[in-house]
């Protein structure tokens, strides 16, 4: 008896030993399990470039989503429901998008920004194109692909009108490019370089062949760094008030 109840005994703390000391284990077993499943959430739930990603990365430097690059023969645009990105259209003439290409983040084309235009430039008639905030990248790198975030400062922008409705492009320099990274303002710009632009936006959507029918686009006017700011903080405040958020 003594014997049985030693070796129960012995048995018991051994149990106890094997017990405490596998505790960890399932501690880090649970916790691996627990990250893949956060890591698993991510992947799935991709957040939604428009609706899931913040509009600025800091103070002075905007968070943009690139859709096209210049090497880009066809047109992508975000699809505004799943966040993925679609073909619009291939490109059918000779233009090439001088810049990168894409929006900003949690920004809205309402009538915050439409009345904007219309004070800048008296015309009652215009309304915003229901669109996220549409942005031109300057950089000296080559970039391959869209689909990416990139840290941007605004210089300027176009105050466009795409068949009455407002279609402002913002002109901004990538963070830290060896080229335009310093460069702060749309006039410090090459004119050369903001001519390729205007010229891009003015004739992207025209049939070569078509000369007599009226523009679709015009660029009523240009304008600099304190206005592209103040367009941009009009277009979060029309987001928030499209998508209810306080």
């Known amino acids: 008896m003594p014997h049985i109840v030693g070796k129960t005994a012995i048995m018991g703390y051994k149990n106890k030993r094997e017990n405490v000391s596998m505790a960890p284990v399932k501690r880090d077993i649970n916790l691996l399990l627990k990250c893949d499943w956060k890591l698993m959430d991510i992947l799935v739930n991709k957040p939604h470039p428009w609706h899931g990603i913040d509009l600025f990365e800091n103070e002075r430097t905007l968070n ?5 690059v210049p090497s880009d023969n066809v047109k992508y645009e975000i699809d505004k429901k799943t966040g993925y990105l679609k073909i619009d259209r291939p490109q059918k003439y000779s233009n090439i998008f001088p810049s990168l290409y894409g929006f900003l983040p949690k920004t809205y084309s309402g009538k915050r920004v ?7 430039i008296n015309r009652p008639d215009l309304v915003g194109d229901g669109d996220p905030l549409d942005i031109c990248v300057l950089t000296e790198s080559t970039i391959n692909h869209g689909d990416v975030i990139v840290n941007a ?13 407002v279609d402002d492009k913002i002109i901004a320099v990538l963070k830290d490019d060896p080229l335009y990274g310093e460069v702060r303002e749309l006039s410090d710009c090459r004119s050369s370089v903001i001519n390729r632009l205007r010229h891009y936006f003015l004739t992207y959507k025209e049939i070569p062949t078509d000369c007599d029918s009226p523009a679709k686009c015009e660029i009523a006017s240009v304008y600099d760094s304190t206005q592209a700011r103040e367009v941009i903080e009009l277009a979060s405040k029309d987001y928030q008030e499209k998508f209810c958020i306080r």
């Open 153 to 165: 400062i605004p210089i300027g922008g176009f105050r466009m009108i795409d068949q009455g409705e």
């Open 114 to 120: 439409a009345e904007y235009s219309v004070n800048k």
């Open 64 to 68: 943009a989503f690139i859709e096209l």
